[in-house]
């Protein structure tokens, strides 16, 4: 292992570890920051709206097709979602049967590949449908403040859970760094509440979720703020609407501004990316490292 290898085990381990007295129990996130470097999570939405590439992979075999690509261009985790959250609005909520018609000819294939799947629900009876399939972690974009049972079933499965930031509505003169803190302070007490263990969380301030493009802008740039919560963070800011307002640009093509955004992300603390394009994310990270490696 290379010093800068060897240097960001440790800073992810501490990361990751930090919280006195926490129990150590092996699981699929511990076994995945492991891996000493950060990690990429591949999106595979199965939704005919999502904002970017709705109606994709509604098919099934367009979704596991993609699913098999996004493993072959170097995913550490497949986030599986069958509702969008449109993060600017206009998301169409979907029944509890419906979003698991969507699932339910994809998700056991996508799980077959062998990388750990997360299961991208707001609602706690996918996440136990999922769980009990086989999926390895719980992205919730409510961070257990939405479903009132997603904390039970998350800790009664011992899985992982990402807990992301979110408001109802954009307040532009909030300090977000403020309230995405208040919000984590909320959710990271429910979890230990419903004895989820430290070790199991992820923390993502929710790029573009009930926040206007400069906030969005702040939550990356003031990443660090949140370095010290005692959980790893993720960032998902691929192809989404602040990069149109610094570059006006359709959502496919904000390739560039993603890039940008998940490596600065990862300069100032983040442990794990969700991105569409995951070959040219992890090619962008691998010569970031390499250049860091050699200063
Ligand atoms: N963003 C989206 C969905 N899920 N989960 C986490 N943890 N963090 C994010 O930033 C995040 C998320 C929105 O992106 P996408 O899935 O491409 O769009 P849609 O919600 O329209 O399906």
Not at 55 to 69: K, W
Not at 117 to 130: F, Q, R
Not at 255 to 279: M, Q, W
């Amino acid at each position: 292992m290379s010093g800068e290898m060897a240097t960001m085990a440790t800073t992810l381990t501490h990361r990751a570890f930090s919280t006195p007295g926490s129990a150590s129990g092996g699981n699929v996130l511990e076994q995945l920051l492991a891996k000493a470097r950060p990690l990429v999570m591949g999106v595979l939405n199965v939704t005919p709206d999502s904002f970017s590439d709705g109606g994709r992979y509604l098919d099934p075999q367009a979704a596991i097709a993609h699913a098999r690509r996004l493993a072959a261009d170097g995913a550490d985790i497949l986030d599986v979602g069958a509702e969008s959250t449109r993060p600017y609005g206009g998301a169409v909520r979907i029944s509890i049967e419906e979003e698991r018609a969507r699932l339910a000819p994809v998700l056991s294939d996508v799980i077959a590949l062998g990388v750990p799947v997360s299961i991208d629900t707001l609602k706690a009876a996918i996440a136990a449908w999922a769980l009990d399939l086989g999926a390895a972690i719980v992205n919730d974009v409510w961070g257990l403040q939405g479903d009132a049972d997603m904390a039970r079933v998350v800790a009664e499965h011992q899985a992982p859970i990402v807990i992301m930031h979110n408001r109802e509505t954009a307040d532009p003169a909030i300090d977000i760094v403020a309230d995405v803190t208040d919000f984590f302070r909320r959710s990271l007490d429910i979890a230990a509440r419903a004895g989820i263990p430290r070790e199991r969380i992820v923390l993502d301030p929710g790029i573009g979720f009930g926040k206007t493009v400069e906030q969005s802008l702040i939550c990356i740039a003031r990443l660090d703020a949140w370095r010290d919560c005692g959980a790893p963070l993720l960032v998902g800011a691929s192809r989404k609407h602040f990069i149109h307002s610094v570059s006006p640009s359709d959502p496919m093509d904000r390739l560039g501004g993603s890039l940008a955004a998940h490596l600065l992300a990862v300069e100032n603390g983040a442990v794990i990316v969700r991105v569409h394009d995951v070959a040219a994310t992890t090619q962008a990270l691998a010569v970031a490292s390499a250049i860091r490696g050699a200063r």
